[in-house]
Structure formats: C-alpha cells, structure tokens
C-alpha cells in the first residue's frame, strides 16, 4: 500500500487530502472543496511540505472552478483563477512553490484568455490538464532527484559498502505528490541496498520527523531510528554517519536554502564533523527573484505548538516564544543541491548554476 497525501479525482472533482495533524494515530482524510477550504487546510499544515502546498492549493483552484461553471468569460474566469492562486499564496509564507505555481498558472491562463481558437470550456479543461500535470509531474522530478542523491552519496563511498543518513522534519509522499525529495535519495539508496540506517530527528515543536517521517520509514520498513533535536552532535560524533540530506522550502540564486527550524544547526554540525550536507529539491523550490537566503521571509507559527503537546500544556505558564518555522542555511555550508536537473556544488563558490 502506497502512502497518499493528496486523493484527486478529476472525473467527479474530488479533492482529499490526509490530515497530517492527526498522524500518526488517525488517518484521516478531509475534502476540499474550493479554495478557502484549501487555505485553511495549508495555513493550519492539514497539508505541508512546499511541493505539497502548492499542488493542494491549485487543485483547490480547479475544485472551485469546476464549482463555478458559470464564468462571465474567459477574462473572467482568468481573473478568478489569478486572484484564487493569489489569495492561497498568503496561506504560508516561505515556501516558494505556491508563489512559484500561481505565477505559471496566471501566465498560463493569460494566454489562454486571449487565445481566439478556445472557447470557455476548453480554457477551463486546459487549466485543469496543468493542474493535473502536476501530481504526475512532481513523482516524475522526485524520482530523479532520488536516483541523483544516490548516486552522488554512493560516489563518495568505497565501492559496495552501505551509508548511513540523517534528515531533518518531513520530505517524504506526505509532503509531496510521491515517494519524496530527501525522502526520495533514502528511497533510492534503500532500493539499492545501498542503506545502513537512516536517522531522523524529531523536528520540534511540530514534530514532522517524530510523527511523520517516522511513520513513513516504518511503513516502507526502511530501517530507522529516530532522535531528539539536540541529538545530532552526538550522533555525528559517533555513529558515523556518511551523509545529511534534507529538503527545501526556497532556494535564492546563490543557493542560500531555507528549510525547517533546525536546519542550520545541522549543516554547521555537518561542517564540524566532516559530513556532507545536501540539500534535496526539485526546481520548483528556487527563487530566482532573490539573490540570497537574507530576502526570505521566515513564517513565525503560533505560540502553542510550542507550548502544547496535543491539548496539554508542557512549558511554564507565563513564559514567552519564539517560533520561527524555518532558518536559512548558508550556500557555503551546503555541499550539493540536488535537484531534478543534476547535482549543484554552491559551496565551492564557482558553477552553482540551477
Ligand atoms: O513546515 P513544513 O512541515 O511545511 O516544513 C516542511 C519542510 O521544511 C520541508 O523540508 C520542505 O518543505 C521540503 S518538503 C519536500
């Protein structure tokens, strides 16, 4: 059985999605059923991870569409699809993939527009042809990117011998439309049978690693263990491990990656220890309006996903947060990108190019 975040039924316009706030005890799904619906849904994380935000939010464009059968015109319904995919890009601000998404939907559904061989319905099937496209298409990038992580992990290793990884939060089929980014790379390696161990770190406070990866590597019987935050020095110091590989919420053109809370105390421990950090993405993930990780604005989440496990409360009454859901880490500190394209060195300073 695969593991399915995102249930779309384009015949009937159904749209479900697995409510990560409930994994791992409940596995439940909610259906959306336009586009204020797929707001909440990524605001309140019932969907995370940036591939996945964006593919939610624009089959909410095309459920909510597809409700509203009756557009004036086409310039009509290209306003309602670029003021839709405006309005879900305020859901969360750092992942770049909704931005990235209602950018290419609004170019796209311009021309359409002003094309004089499609009528309405046509216009209307062609946006939701894209949309469809990119279920199929972010599996597609993640199973490249997973077999270029492989083999740029294996290529640093004595031939034969198997490699031992970290990752941080979630990059796996939940944050995604399948199989994963850096999820994706320790897939490819398991498939191989090129994967000792893989550790994954807990992800405080929202606990994407405890309760999600988790779940995932359990599922697919990949053989894991799980750690603290505050772990990773100790892990690195004596379970040699060969590699870390995480994903990415935006990349700048410099190669500066956000990613989650955390991330940047990895790749600094990386450094200390000798361990290569990668960062895994498709290309959907890059930003190239911003010149470095300093332009990124970093979404700060409510006070009480740190203070509460579940309903009950863990810290002190009284005390204040600070929750910053994601730190960039340094192009410097990173020793390859992986994307769907190949692998990038930023951290040698010279051919970064994605
Ligand atoms: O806050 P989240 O759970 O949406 O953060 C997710 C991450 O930081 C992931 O590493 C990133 O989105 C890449 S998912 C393929």
């Given at each position: ?73 086409k310039?009509?319904l ?31 559904t311009?021309?359409l527009s002003?094309s004089d061989k499609l009528t309405l319905s046509q216009m209307k099937d062609k946006f939701i042809d894209n ?224």
């Open positions: 059985m695969t593991l399915q975040a995102i249930k779309w039924n384009r015949e009937d316009g159904k749209l479900e999605i697995l409510d990560q706030t409930l994994l791992p005890a409940t596995t439940s799904y909610i259906q959306i059923k336009g586009v204020k619906d797929g707001w909440n849904a990524i605001n309140k994380m019932q969907v995370r991870g940036a591939p996945a935000i964006a593919i939610v939010g624009s089959l909410s464009v095309a459920v909510e569409i597809l409700q509203h059968p009756n557009y004036e015109d310039k009509a290209f306003q309602a699809i670029k003021d839709n995919m405006n309005y879900l890009v305020t859901a969360r601000p750092t992942a770049v993939n909704m931005k990235v998404a209602a950018n290419f939907f609004t170019e796209l311009n021309l002003l949309v469809d496209n990119m279920l199929m298409d972010d599996i597609r990038y993640n199973k490249v990117i997973g077999e270029y992580g492989a083999d740029e992990i294996l290529c640093n290793v004595p031939e034969g011998s198997s490699v031992r990884v970290l990752t941080h939060c979630n990059t796996g089929s939940l944050a995604t439309a399948g199989y994963g980014t850096a999820l994706g790379v320790i897939r490819s390696l398991h498939k191989k049978g090129r994967l000792e161990h893989v550790y994954c770190t807990e992800t405080r406070p929202y606990n994407q690693g405890a309760r999600l990866t988790a779940y995932e590597l359990v599922h697919d019987k990949i053989p894991a263990t799980l750690i603290c935050d505050d772990m990773v020095a100790a892990l690195m110091k004596t379970k040699q491990i060969t590699a870390v590989v995480v994903g990415a919420d935006r990349i700048a053109e410099n190669g500066d990656t956000a990613n989650k809370i955390g991330t940047y105390q990895i790749a600094i421990l990386a450094k200390y220890h000798d361990v290569p950090f990668y960062v895994a993405a498709s290309l959907t993930s890059k930003d190239s309006n911003m010149s470095n990780g300093d332009q990124i604005v970093i979404e700060e989440r409510p006070e009480r996903e740190m203070t509460h496990m579940n309903d009950k409360r863990i810290a002190a009454e009284g005390i204040t947060c600070w929750n910053p859901a994601f730190d960039v880490t340094p192009a410097s500190l990173i020793t390859g990108i992986i994307t769907n394209f190949g692998v990038s060195k930023p951290s040698d300073g010279s051919d970064f190019v994605l």
